[in-house]
């Protein structure tokens, strides 16, 4: 791998913090891919919501560590892929030291708005599960130098959590 492409690319430490720190400060980076055919694209993060650890009943880690689970307990950095609806690849950064379970749901990238979509654009699949984010060929995030305003909403799509934890205000998106 070139310079070039290690360059802006986010360091682990980065990832290896608080999923309440990490979200935000994703929004304004690239989403850097690489097909296989060698062509490369980036997107900016538009939109991400946290999780956080066992007690955050949103959080897939909240019934413990499970072997769908296993990946949010290493050390962030890496992917966590999952399924929903039979047919809608979701792309969470994994945050926080190992056996702290948080991840980072990425929610929109600039041109596709919803994580269904953006997994379909940039050809997701769970082959990417635990995919090292500081060492992958095919799928990093580079600091694009900038620092967005961004407002919080409640997370969406997580009412069997209960009222508090469908309400917390832990999705971020950049303010237009």
């Known amino acids: 791998m070139s310079n070039a492409i290690k360059e ?22 690239f989403l850097v891919r690489k097909f296989d055919n ?17 007690e955050d009943l949103a959080c897939h880690a909240s019934k413990g560590k499970t072997p769908r689970t296993s990946v949010m307990y290493e050390p962030g950095g890496v992917l966590y892929i999952y399924l929903i609806y039979g047919m809608y690849w ?3 950064v994994v945050t926080g030291p190992e056996d702290h379970p948080q991840a980072v749901l ?15 654009h940039l050809k997701i699949d769970k ?9 992958s ?3 990093w995030i580079e ?11 409640p997370r ?13 205000p832990w999705r971020y998106m950049i303010r237009l």
Do not use: C, Q
């Open 127 to 135: 082959t990417f599960n635990n995919e090292d984010l500081s060492t």
């Open 156 to 168: 969406i799509g997580v009412d069997y959590a209960g009222e508090y934890w469908k309400n917390v």
């Open 137 to 139: 060929p095919r799928i």
């Open 8 to 29: 802006g690319r986010l360091d682990p430490v980065f990832f290896r913090r608080d999923v309440l720190e990490v979200a935000p400060e994703l929004l304004g980076k």
């Open 90 to 92: 979701m792309m969470n």
């Open 38 to 54: 060698g062509r490369f694209v980036k997107h900016l993060i538009t939109e991400v919501e946290a999780y956080r650890g066992e």
């Open 106 to 120: 990425i929610r929109g990238i600039e041109g596709y708005d919803g994580p269904g979509k953006l997994t379909r």
């Open 143 to 153: 600091d694009a130098g900038l620092r967005p305003e961004y407002t919080t909403l």
